[in-house]
């Protein structure tokens, strides 16, 4: 396959990500409201947000680290993005896979958050380092369990290639790893729920007590490319967690059906539970979760996954 | 040639004579004094040459022209020649040292000083008994009669206790003789052996060593001679613990043969207890010259038991262990009495004054290491080769009880030392000049403290140039000390890549190669750091010199002892360059408290292991053929790991990495550390073809994981820049030793290639940090805050180092973080996995905060105006910078060399396809991961410069802030306890337990020190009762009838 | 003799028990001069002792002794010279009471603690 | 005969030796200590050593009680002093 026609085939894929997962917040916008007894804005409204933060015309910036932020933070999530393959056996949505297998996915994730944690803390807001510091602790516990199901899945499949498992996920729903490996899957879905930064986990954004939390500098034109990875790096995501867990996607269609339910499990259990605190928080990802995460691996290697 | 009997009969006649001449003038008197002392040293010199290159035979001296059953005869052989050399030239020195005081006393103090010498020479030397006990009592009398040469309360009062424990000793003594006579009819030690006496007769040999063995101060009948160590005038007192004790030891050593096997066990044993019981108690000692006492006590009672459990060894093995634990306590314990005459300060505390004499402050230092028993001096040699001997007669009790005393005496004399250097708050009072009389013999001393250690290394082990080369750096920079420190960085510059050319050729395997690139070049460019030094910092680049050619010979090292060798050298001047950092008095003594802990552990490894076959070739290339017990690998592993700062054993870790001067710890962090690394690369090799029943390395990879975690965790909470780059390498190395010890090829891979990033963004973090300490003054975090402004540099090669830790792609880091989870997960070692995938996530924690509250925020005032940091710091930082980024361009540059390194002994586990690294589980291309990274970094960087239209850059606190303008940049920059709600989460966890443990550790020792020296209630009525007690109790054990 | 040798013992005993338990550096000194004597009691006795009795040795070690019929000589040397050193060590002690006394004003023992640990 | 002076001397030493100890007056302790000796070197002379007997009676009986009683006297006039 020539480089060009990948980088094209990159693009088509990103779109239709970067799209998808902007209407996935339209919606859980909706939702919310819904639940809450509002109207609510329509399903379009983050690409209306995205347009008129762009049309500032004068962008306010704390320094160079400060304008790098939200490019890392785009950065990370086409990224994160790029090295999943989207859809089985696509040309179209297989991305840039050959490049490194599931260990780079996961690491390409913290690259986005770095970077933004690094734009952030030059805003020179106190918020922003204080919902950082907060992302960061609740970060490094949510991945316990989380690399506990990778590894639960890694020891089943006997692979980290990410088509690879897909590929043994195929034939039939029972092959997936939601039932083959229910335990990991718990695990995994408890720690996407930190992950998509929901309720009950979602302090680091923090809307009350600190106003958004890192972005909290952020204006106009860097907002604008904020904006745009969450509906990406929220796409990307559920993909990897439907590729993991769920079989993966043969068709577009499927990858879209796929994926919602997975959000929608998120939205609805943040939508119904009140917020920890942080600290709440953290002690929740290093207990349940992470036990469910060793019992899975403990069953998958000396039971071969049979429970 | 002149019969050594002259040395009594001139001592004798000159004595007499001496209240007659003294008469026409003081002068005259003290030319005879001086005259006969020197004959007696010149005399026996000149025999002891002979005995050692001429080969002559034992000198028998038969008195009154009759044989040995008849009259009294003497003897002079090696061993004999050997003790009274040195005796006679302590007591000549001993008489310099004292030379001011013999000019003012009455003639007597001479008499008596000549009496004594005299004494310990005929005890010596005679093989009578009862001649014995003469000599004995003019020793003992004359050194009665000399402690009170100052006259003060306390010396006459230790004077009185130690005269009647002396008395009860004799009593025994001559008990003991007659009851031999009775026994045997014979008093000559050359007509009797063991087999001379029945067991009714065994009585008699038990009252005869039973009273020399308590003129030599066995715990707890000892208190006398604390006493009078700690009051007698500094000269008399080296006179009795040098003199006295070697004369009266050289008894016992002849004693030996008429005792039955069960009582020199038994004494043995009382020896070994007397050496752990008096370093413990010195633990709590806080007035020099009794530390010393205890010191001296210590060393008779290890003297002994080495005297006593090295019998069976061959002759040169035993010379070599007595000969140099005898030397080792002479001169230093000399040296250090002598010191402390001139020093004249009670209180360890008050010994600060000796930094204004430097000559006398490296004296000192000189003495305090020759007496800790560290390389090169004569101490270490025995100390080597007595643990050999213990582990190979199995005496594991004997064994751990002289390491620990060992231990427990370095504490003390590093303390000391340690205080000396550092301490600061006192006066600065100036040490008055000792005079020549008082320095000469300290001087002498020193010089033959040196000259004993390169004799023992040229002929006891005939060491190759290099492997004494870290010395030679040390003395050969001392003496270019007053160039400018420039001149001396470029010169050590040209030393280390000298160096590595001479070494080049000997790193015959490709680990070697690699451990040399990290050790050679890697030293070389952090020495670049320290070309910006202004001063002279005078002994810093001999030390750092010796460090790192102590690294080369770690790597080239064909023997055990080689290996050891080096290994102590680079402890010994790490110590001493972490000793340097301004506050670092606690932080070193714990580094070597540890590193000596562990050193021992590695001794006692090496005992156990087999003999190397004699192919030659570095260690690490013949330690395949070997088939190390298991206890040595536990033993050895636990040594190596105490320096590569494993969990349980890191205390040490960050005070060092923290308070040492901020260019040296670059080399402690990315490269010291590192040592450890590869002495557990090698037991791994070893362990590939001999794997032994119980898995070792399982639990080691456990214990580096947990140290991975425990690190990571300590750094996220550290407010100190470089304590957290300490547990931030602490944490790194936890992998390394996890990586390695799944005894794997993707392991050794994935470990070796974490060793050698880590050696690089370590060394540029603790570089640039440097840097900032260099510009702000502080090492606190949050005093500090958007320096990016100021010291953008700096910035980047920390944001590039941070990635390159964290594990973010497309930096080299994730290379690491792809190769270690594989290879975890091909192992089967998935919990490991999942702990070390936590570590790593807590890692972006206290990477972050460094980043974060040192660059980012907000500006403070009093940093509005400094500068980039100086561009030595800055050029290392690129150069490391440029590796990184060479690396992660092209992971196959590193890769590649690493996969053949592990392949020498495994099967590859990775298959390199172009650029693409392909394991069992998975693939990395690290080239494309770069390019794509690169583009989805550009294409939203040109989306944004396009989209954002006109920036305005606001000023500092033009922040979003409800409506409020921040008042100062300290309440607006987040910085201090920023994990705060973390540690609430994690409760007890965050406890710093294992620091907890180890003080509680030291705070039981001392308590016990403390509570053992109560025995010593100053009453000399008590002193006598511990004696008789002494006796019975061993008169019951050793089951005499 | 048996009965001397016992009573040196004896002798020796209370000397020690006198080192013991005195608190009077002079009376200490007494007890080891009592000591000492009954130490050159048990010499002098062994000495006589072995004058009449077999020798217990063997003699290709010791032939050239092996012929005594009366007192052993050399136990009364050995006597001889302990007891001059037994006054030289007496003479020494009570010179360091006289100093201690002029310098402390206290023949007790207990007054002279000061160094201890 | 001879075991019977012997043990009658040696009664009396004992009791001269326990004499010296608890004696409360130094100088009759002294003296106590002094007759030992001298008794003593009857029992050398009985023991067919009249050498040592001759030592003991001058030295260790004569000298040594002289030498304890100068340092009495010493001590005494110390006391006087205050």
Do not use: C
């Not at chain 2, 026994?183 to 087999?195: E, I, K, P, Q, R």
């Not at chain 2, 030679?472 to 010169?491: T, Y």
């Amino acid at each position: 396959m020539s480089i060009w026609l990948r980088v094209l085939y990159a693009f088509i894929s990103v779109s239709v990500a970067t799209v998808y997962g902007l209407m996935l917040g339209g919606i859980v916008r909706k939702i919310y409201a819904r639940v809450h007894g509002r109207y609510g804005p329509p399903v379009w409204q983050p690409f209306l947000d995205i347009i008129q933060t762009h049309s500032r015309r004068v962008a306010v910036s704390h320094g160079n680290m400060f304008l790098l932020g939200p490019v890392f933070r785009l950065a990370g999530g086409l990224g994160t993005y790029l090295f999943i393959p989207v859809i089985y056996g696509s040309a179209v949505f297989g991305n840039f896979s050959m490049a490194g297998d599931l260990l780079l996915v996961m690491y390409f994730i913290f690259f986005g958050q770095l970077g933004m944690a690094l734009g952030a803390g030059n805003g020179g807001h106190p918020y922003s380092p204080l919902g950082i510091a907060r992302g960061l602790a609740q970060m490094s516990t949510f991945e316990v369990p989380f690399s506990l199901a990778v590894i639960a899945v890694a020891i089943q499949y006997g692979s980290l290639n990410i088509t690879t498992i897909v590929a043994a996920q195929q034939g039939g729903f029972m092959n997936w790893t939601l039932f083959t490996n229910p335990l990991a899957v718990i695990a995994a879905m408890i720690s996407l729920l930190g992950m998509n930064m929901h309720s009950p986990f979602s302090i680091v954004l923090a809307p009350q007590e600190i106003p958004i939390g890192p972005p909290i500098e952020m204006n106009s034109s860097f907002l604008g490319i904020l904006q745009t990875n969450r509906g990406l790096f929220a796409a990307a995501k559920l993909v990897l967690f439907m590729n993991l867990f769920f079989g993966g996607a043969t068709n577009l269609l499927e990858m879209v059906a796929k994926t919602f339910m997975i959000y929608m499990f998120s939205v609805f259990v943040g939508a119904a539970y009140p917020r920890f605190r942080p600290e709440q928080s953290f002690r929740f990802f290093l207990k349940w979760p992470t036990i469910i995460g060793v019992l899975s691996i403990i069953f998958i290697s000396y039971f071969g996954g049979v429970l | 040639m002149v019969s050594p009997i002259y040395i009594l009969i001139m001592s004798l006649a000159v004595g007499f004579l001496l209240s007659i001449i003294d008469r026409a003038g003081r002068k005259i008197s003290l030319t005879a004094f001086y005259g006969v002392l020197t004959f007696n040293v010149v005399l026996m010199a000149n025999w002891l040459y002979r005995f050692v290159f001429l080969h002559v035979p034992t000198l028998v001296i038969n008195t009154a022209g009759f044989k040995a059953p008849i009259s009294i005869n003497l003897e002079l052989g090696l061993m004999e020649a050997f003790v009274l050399f040195f005796a006679n030239l302590s007591g000549l020195l001993a008489a310099v040292y004292l030379f001011k005081k013999f000019k003012e006393t009455q003639v007597s103090s001479l008499i008596l000083y000549l009496l004594l010498i005299m004494g310990a020479n005929g005890l010596v030397m005679t093989q009578d008994l009862f001649n014995m006990f003469v000599f004995l009592e003019i020793l003992s009398i004359s050194t009665f009669a000399l402690t009170v040469l100052k006259k003060s309360r306390e010396t006459l009062s230790a004077g009185f206790k130690y005269m009647i424990a002396g008395g009860v000793a004799s009593t025994f003594f001559l008990l003991g003789v007659v009851f031999v006579y009775y026994f045997t009819g014979s008093l000559n030690l050359g007509n009797l052996s063991a087999g001379s006496f029945t067991n009714v007769g065994l009585v008699s040999v038990f009252l005869l060593s039973i009273a020399v063995f308590i003129e030599l101060k066995p715990f707890p009948a000892n208190g006398w001679a604390l006493d009078v160590y700690q009051s007698v005038d500094s000269g008399i007192v080296s006179i009795i613990a040098v003199v006295n004790s070697a004369a009266i030891g050289f008894v016992f050593y002849k004693i030996m043969p008429l005792l039955p096997s069960e009582f020199l066990t038994v004494f043995g044993i009382a020896g070994i207890v007397t050496f752990l019981f008096s370093n413990m108690m010195g633990l709590k000692q806080d007035n020099a010259k009794r530390l010393l006492g205890y010191s001296s006590i210590g060393q008779m009672g290890l003297l002994l038991a080495a005297l006593i459990f090295t019998a069976n060894v061959q002759p040169s093995v035993r010379y070599l262990v007595i000969g140099g634990l005898f030397l080792n306590h002479l001169i230093s314990k000399a040296g250090l009495f002598w010191l402390a005459g001139i020093v004249k300060q009670d209180k360890i505390k008050d010994w600060g004054i000796l930094r204004s004499r430097k000559p006398l402050l490296v004296l000192f230092g000189l003495f305090i290491f020759a007496l800790s028993g560290l390389p090169p001096f004569a101490g270490f040699w025995a100390k080597w080769e007595f643990v050999k001997v213990l582990v190979d007669a199995k005496m594991f009790f004997v064994l751990t009880s002289v390491l620990v005393g060992s231990l427990f005496e370095l504490i003390f004399l590093f303390r000391w030392f340690t205080s000396v250097v550092k301490n600061t708050d006192e006066t600065n009072e100036q040490l008055a000049s000792p005079g020549k009389s008082k320095a000469t013999p300290v001087i002498v001393f020193g010089l033959m403290a040196v000259i004993s250690s390169f004799g023992i290394m040229r002929f006891f082990y005939e060491f190759n140039w290099i492997q004494v080369l870290p010395i030679f750096a040390v003395l050969a920079i001392s003496l270019i000390d007053s160039l400018p420190s420039k001149v001396k960085g470029f010169l050590s510059l040209a030393a280390v890549a000298g160096y590595g050319y001479y070494i080049y050729p000997l790193l015959e395997n490709n680990l070697q190669m690699f451990f040399g690139v990290i050790f050679i070049i890697g030293s070389a460019i952090n020495i670049i750091a320290t070309l910006n030094r202004k001063n002279q910092s005078r002994g810093f680049y001999g030390f750092l010199l010796m460090m790192i050619f102590s690294f080369g010979n770690l790597l080239i090292a064909s023997t055990y002892l080689e290996f050891f060798l080096a290994w102590e050298f680079m402890t010994i001047s790490s110590f001493l360059l972490i000793l340097r950092g301004q506050k670092a008095q606690r932080a070193s003594l714990l580094y070597l408290i540890f590193s000596t802990a562990g050193a021992y552990l590695i001794m006692v490894g090496f005992s156990f292991a087999p003999a190397l076959s004699s192919s030659g070739g570095a260690l690490i290339n013949v330690i395949e053929l070997v088939n190390l017990p298991l206890v040595s690998i536990i033993v050895l592993a636990i040594g190596f790991m105490i320096k590569s700062g494993s969990a349980g054993v890191h205390i040490w870790l960050p005070e060092a990495h923290a308070e040492a001067e901020s260019d040296v710890s670059p080399f402690i962090s990315a490269i010291l550390l590192k040592a450890g690394v590869f002495g557990l690369l090698m037991l791994g090799i070893s362990y590939i073809s001999f794997t032994p029943s119980f898995d070792v390395f399982y639990w080691i990879g456990w214990v580096g994981v947990i140290t991975a975690l425990i690190g990571a965790f300590m750094a996220s909470f550290q407010e100190d820049a470089k304590k957290l780059l300490a547990y931030s390498s602490m944490s790194q190395v936890g992998y390394v030793v996890a990586a390695l010890a799944m005894i794997t090829h993707l392991g050794w891979v994935s470990a070796l290639y974490l060793a050698f990033n880590h050696m690089m963004f370590k060394s540029a973090l603790f570089i640039a940090i440097a840097g900032v300490y260099y510009r702000t003054r502080t090492r606190k975090m949050y005093e500090m805050g958007g320096l990016i402004a100021k010291m953008p540099l700096s910035y980047i090669t920390v944001l590039m180092s941070i990635i390159a830790v964290s594990g973010v792609p497309p930096l080299s880091g994730f290379g690491a973080k792809w190769l270690i989870y594989t290879a975890f997960i091909t192992k089967g070692w998935y919990l490991q996995a999942g702990v070390l995938f936590f570590a790593s996530g807590v890692s972006f924690l206290y990477l972050y905060r460094l980043i974060h509250t040192i660059f980012l925020g907000q500006l403070k005032y009093e940093h509005q105006d400094i500068k980039e940091a100086p561009v030595w710091f800055i050029i290392p930082q690129y150069i490391f910078m440029a590796g990184i980024m060479a690396i992660s361009m092209f992971p196959n540059l590193i890769i590649k060399p690493l996969n053949v390194i592990a392949m020498k002994y495994f099967d590859s586990s990775i298959q390199i396809d172009g650029l693409t690294v392909i394991s069992e589980l998975g693939h990395w291309n690290g080239n494309l991961v770069m390019y794509v990274t690169m583009a989805v970094f550009a294409i939203p960087f040109i989306l944004l410069l396009v989209l954002k239209g006109k920036t305005q850059k606001v000023k500092q606190f033009n922040i979003v802030y409800a409506a409020e303008r921040p008042e100062s940049p300290q309440t607006t920059h987040v910085a201090h306890n920023m994990y705060a709600h973390f540690r609430k989460a994690l409760g007890k966890w965050t406890l710093p337990r294992v620091q907890l443990f180890w003080d509680s550790v030291a705070e039981w020792s001392h308590t016990l020190g403390g509570f053992f020296r109560r025995v010593y209630t100053g009453n000399g009525q008590t002193y006598i009762l511990h004696i008789v007690v002494y006796i019975v109790v061993m008169y019951v054990v050793m089951g005499v009838k | 003799m048996i009965s001397t040798l016992i009573l040196g013992i004896a002798l020796l005993i209370i000397g020690f028990y006198a080192m013991l338990t005195q608190k009077n550096l002079i009376k200490i000194v007494i007890g080891f001069s009592i000591a000492d004597t009954g130490t050159h009691i048990i010499i002098v006795s062994l000495g006589y002792l072995r004058g009449k009795t077999a020798p217990i040795i063997d003699n290709a070690v010791n032939a050239v002794n092996a012929v005594q019929e009366v007192v052993d000589p050399i136990p009364s040397a050995l006597v001889l010279t302990a007891i001059v050193i037994g006054l030289a060590v007496t003479a020494v002690m009570l010179s360091f009471i006289v100093e201690m006394y002029k310098k402390n004003k206290s023949l007790s023992i207990d007054d002279y603690q000061e160094l201890k640990w | 005969m001879i075991p019977g002076i012997i043990i009658g001397l040696g009664v009396i030493m004992i009791a001269a030796a326990f004499a010296a100890i608890y004696f409360k007056s130094l100088l009759a302790s002294i003296i106590a200590a002094g007759v030992i000796s001298l008794l003593a070197s009857v029992i050398y002379l009985i023991l067919g050593s009249p050498d040592v007997a001759m030592t003991e009676a001058s030295i260790g009986s004569g000298l040594t009680t002289v030498i304890f009683l100068f340092a009495l006297h010493r001590v005494r006039k110390g006391k006087s002093d205050d």
